[in-house]
């Protein structure tokens, strides 16, 4: 079996029918060998022949599917200039599309001796790290899959974990939970769709690794936010086997959600790889071409500038990693037929050198692009770096996690001082943030809850956190969390306490649901997940993190008002509007206006009014069949509606306005009486009550 010539281009394992073509991209390589691993361990090492423009390569005839392989780099060693090349070291390919194993923390991992990190270790890794697959692109059957192609003012995301969703489902058999096809099963479709949700982003699938130090106290990287291959997914997601069946079984699982109208969003992590710091494993990339891959530090590269809290950064200005990570959008779209992607610490990627960029060469080719250009794009705006916060800084093309949005519903219901003001502009789509910059409404995911935190129910029951388990006695994760004067502590079986948390957990949802922009829901907030109170369950591979499935009468009745309000959500326009809503003018009366806001007593706020820092109750009129919305592409009037919110911790008494903004008002929601609210009552009255820390949503139909 000889090495013949092949190609310099696609890069990674790719094979045509008769054999596969090998290339390797470094710029620091002497010698690049392909090592064919067969079943039984054994290994076969032959020298790549050809080179061209700083990739490797060769074409092997007769190997296909399911052939195991790495790449050992011969090269310098020498880590004081950045160099860490070592060819006892057999290195996963980083375009490998299918990945088979898993690293075990053997100490022939590490590229260097602990003893004098200047020197090479030249303990062989075979057998205890990870290998690239050969796999068919050609062998799935798309025939029929159509992605559904959600406009994003008529999205509602639902970031869900793989393992995690199904893992516990009673209807999911055994052999498919947490996996792939457990995903795809129709009873986890089912609940999605019956929910109301449009999207699932799905938390890292990614081939990750597990970190030595959690493996050590027993736990395991849940989350996956520590990816080392960039093409390949996850291969303990599946449950049809890691030599190459997991690539066909995550194509089925989007096939069978966009058969469900359902669009697949990937959490993607291309700030950081899973090798860490210098003390890190030599898996792949480090010892593959260091300099290249990773942002070393400029007057000592033998460290690595990290602005991820990771320890390390991928270098953003190298032409071979924005190659890398292009090639990668574009396989998960073209291949795996994914329809967005959510960018983690997406700041990191704006860094050329120090500051972050938004004229960075990384926004410059995803704007140009006409693959990744067409599908949903979403920034986690920040990173631990300088000048790190981003939110309202991406271009147009970019929607963004938007923490303020977080911050200030959550104070909001807390009813902390002074949040008035700055509430109306999250739930209008946070226009001080985006407007001036001539972006949409779109451009905010607004979320108040993720997987990085409390879950809902947590959110409103506790205001410490509980990680003891994670093993750093209680010091990891958010510090604390503020009391929304929900009561005890914790679980509790006082019916006040558990009301007004229920009450708490229903005015977050509510506000979530109808603001304007794309709502995001972590999975289980509908049913009320609890993690026991704690709030950083990276490490938590176990029932503390996973859903459940076993509800009680509170969290069915809190799942069926979720879906309630993602139905008014989807049947009226006025509550997902494309453009920014615009108030009453000198020529636009109030009741003509898109939104209106108005005291409890009805009169139009003033600037006074927006002031007051004990103000904690609100009305917001909004005028379904207004002329702006009139003039929006394909839409057609609506009805009007109130919001009436009351954060305060007493009854307030609410007014309704003017017979102008409406002629017959009728409670969709309460969050007081849940139940009461599925076939509506008439408010006969001109005055309502609404009880402490509660939100009302009123209905006026149209009049044309």
Request: hydrophobic share 35%.
């Amino acid at each position: 079996m000889d090495l013949q010539g092949g190609r310099a281009y696609p890069l990674g394992a790719e094979f045509d029918g008769a054999g596969t073509n090998f290339a390797l991209f470094s710029e620091v390589a002497e010698k690049v060998e392909l090592c064919l691993v067969d079943d039984d361990g054994a290994e076969r090492r032959m020298a790549l022949p050809e080179v061209d423009g700083s990739v490797w390569h060769g074409y092997l005839p007769g190997v296909g599917p399911g052939q195991r392989y790495g790449y050992r780099v011969h090269g310098p060693f020498d880590p004081a200039n950045g160099l860490r090349c070592n060819p006892a070291k057999l290195l996963l390919d980083p375009y490998a599309k299918a990945v088979d194993g898993q690293i075990d923390g053997d100490p022939s991992l590490c590229g260097h001796r602990m003893d004098d990190p200047g020197v090479a270790d030249d303990r062989d890794s075979l057998g205890h790290g990870m290998l690239g697959v050969v796999t068919d692109p050609g062998s799935f059957d798309w025939a029929g899959d159509r992605p559904p192609q959600r406009s994003y003012h008529e999205s509602v995301i639902y970031e869900a974990h793989v393992k995690g969703m199904t893992r516990l489902h009673p209807d999911v058999p055994e052999e498919l939970r947490g996996t792939y096809a457990g995903m795809a099963h129709p009873a986890v479709v089912a609940h999605l769709v019956d929910l109301g949700v449009t999207a699932v982003e799905l938390m890292p699938v990614h081939q990750f690794t597990q970190d030595g130090f959690l493996v050590d106290r027993g736990l395991s990287n849940y989350w996956g936010y520590n990816t080392i291959g960039y093409f390949a997914p996850h291969n303990a997601y599946a449950a049809t086997g890691t030599r190459g069946q997991q690539v066909d079984e995550f194509k089925s699982m989007v096939k069978a959600l966009h058969a469900a109208g359902l669009e697949v969003i990937l959490d993607v992590v291309y700030n950081h790889t899973a090798e860490g710091n210098e003390q890190g494993p030599t898996l792949s990339y480090r010892g593959i071409d260091n300099r290249s891959y990773y942002r070393l530090v400029d007057d000592d590269p033998s460290h690595y500038f990290d602005t991820t809290g990771t320890g390390n950064s991928l270098l953003m200005r190298h032409p071979h990693v924005l190659q890398m990570i292009m090639d990668s959008l574009r396989y998960w779209v073209t291949e795996m037929h994914v329809d967005g992607f959510r960018f983690d610490l997406a700041a990191t990627l704006l860094r050329q050198f120090h500051e972050v960029d938004r004229l960075s060469a990384f926004l410059d080719i995803v704007q140009q692009d006409p693959v990744i250009g067409a599908v949903k794009l979403i920034a986690e705006p920040w990173d631990i770096g300088d000048d790190g916060y981003q939110v309202g800084n991406f271009p147009a093309l970019w929607s963004e996690w938007n923490g303020k949005y977080r911050d200030n519903v959550r104070g909001f219901w807390r009813g902390d001082q002074g949040t008035l003001g700055e509430f109306a502009a999250r739930i209008t789509g946070s226009p001080d943030l985006y407007q001036h910059d001539s972006r949409r409404p779109r451009a905010s995911i607004n979320f108040v809850t993720a997987h990085d935190g409390f879950t809902l129910r947590d959110l409103v029951s506790y205001e410490q956190r509980y990680n003891d388990a994670n093993g750093e006695d209680g010091a990891d994760g958010e510090s604390n969390n503020r009391s929304f004067n929900c009561g005890a502590e914790g679980p509790t079986d006082d019916p006040g306490i558990r009301e007004l948390r229920l009450r708490q957990h229903r005015n977050i949802l509510t506000t979530l649901l109808i603001s304007q922009g794309v709502p995001m829901i972590a999975h289980g907030d509908e049913t009320g997940r609890t993690q026991g109170g704690n709030n950083n369950v990276y490490c938590q591979d176990n029932e503390t993190a996973w859903m459940h499935w076993d509800l009680d009468d509170d969290q069915r009745q809190l799942r069926d008002f979720t879906a309630h309000l993602l139905r008014l959500r989807h049947e009226h326009p006025a509550l997902r509007r494309r453009r920014f809503l615009h108030g009453p003018s000198d020529t636009t009366p109030a009741e003509r206006a898109d939104i209106a806001w108005l005291r409890p007593d009805a009169q139009l706020m003033n600037q006074e009014d927006w002031q007051r820092g004990d103000a904690h109750a609100l009305t917001v009129y909004l005028g379904g069949d207004s002329d702006i919305e009139r003039s929006e592409p394909n839409a057609t009037p609506d009805d009007s509606f109130l919001l009436l919110f009351n954060a305060y911790h007493q009854p307030v008494e609410f007014r309704l306005p003017a017979e102008d903004f409406g002629q017959k008002w009728t409670t969709l929601v309460d969050t007081a009486e849940p139940l009461a609210t599925e076939a509506g009552a008439t408010a006969s009255d001109t005055t309502l009550t609404l009880p402490a820390h509660s939100l009302r949503i009123l209905q006026s139909p149209r009049t044309t």
